[in-house]
Structure formats: C-alpha cells, structure tokens
C-alpha cells in the first residue's frame, strides 16, 4: 500500500510540474517562424537596395572620371595654344624691339608703339590661356579623384549588399 500511495503521489507530482512548463502553441511557433522570415527578407531587401545604391555610384563615378579627362584633354590644349602664343609674341616683341634704332618720326614711333602694345596684350592672352589651362587640368584631376572614390565606395556597397543577401539566403535555407 505504501508503495501504491507513493506511485500515486509521483503520478500526480509529475503531472502537476507536467502543467506548469507551457508547451508553446502552434500559432506561437508560426508567429515566430514568420517573423524569422520576415527578418530574412527585410535583410535580403537591405543589401539588394545596397547593391542599387553601390551602382549608381560607380556610376556617378565613372561619369566624374570622364569629365576630369575631357577637362585634362582641353586643358592640355589650352596651354599648348598658350605657350605657342607667348612664344610667337615673345618673338614678334623681340623683332620689333632690334628695329626700333630705324624710328626716325613721331607717326613710326606712335606705329611702334601700337604694334608693341599689340603684341603685349596677344602676349598676355596667351599667358591666361596657360593659367586657365592648368586652372581646368587641377579641376580635372580633382573630379578624376572625386570619381575615383565614388567608384571605390560603390564597389563597397555592392559586395555588402551582396554579403547580405547571401547570408539572408542561407538562413533561408536553414530554416
């Protein structure tokens, strides 16, 4: 009998303690599961709007990178236009300047003297066209930069943006 009471009152302990651990219920497993899932795909649309945003700066990038070259290009230009312009003035200057002993009238020397100041203001046209020639090629090398780093920090977001859907995908699959 005493064996019996003790069965009965293990039985009963068991079921009690049995009743107090929650079983959790099958719509708390699905809410559960579903709000897994819904991180999985709030993570897979995070790094493919990444990957978007990675492309469009690669390609502001590149647009930048172009645009220093062109700059570069007509800068180049500019400043070979300029030194051929100094250089033609410089020697147009220094041939009127060996003739001025023949000036023997007040109407040659004010000629001389209009001529050399043409030659001074073509002179100094070519020497702006030197400034603003490397004036354009330091813009150009600062937007081949700027586009340079755009297209670096794309790179970076792409293959975060890819990291991330792929590890969404293969919590997906684990699931």
Not at 30 to 39: C, L, N, P, Q, T
Request: hydrophobic share 30%; proline share 1%.
């Amino acid at each position: 009998m005493k064996n019996t009471l003790l069965i009965c009152f293990l039985s009963g302990l068991v079921s009690l303690s049995g009743c107090a651990t929650k079983v959790p219920a099958f719509g708390g497993l699905v809410m559960a599961d579903g709000e897994s899932r819904i991180e999985i795909a709030e993570l897979w649309e995070e790094g493919k709007e990444e990957s978007i945003e990675g492309e469009k700066q690669i390609r502001y990038g590149r647009k930048l990178v172009e645009k220093g070259r062109s700059d570069l290009r007509t800068g180049e230009q500019l400043i070979a236009a300029g030194n051929v312009e100094v250089q033609t003035n410089r020697q147009a200057y220094q041939a009127l300047h060996q003739t001025a002993t023949g000036i023997d009238s007040g109407q040659g020397a004010l000629e001389r003297v209009k001529k050399l100041k043409e030659i001074a203001s073509d002179w100094e046209e070519g020497e702006e066209r030197i400034a603003d020639g490397n004036n354009l090629i330091q813009r150009g090398n600062e937007k081949i930069e700027e586009g340079e780093t755009q297209i670096s920090e794309g790179q970076k977001l792409i293959e975060s943006g890819r990291d991330k859907m792929q590890d969404a995908e293969k919590r997906y699959q684990t699931k």
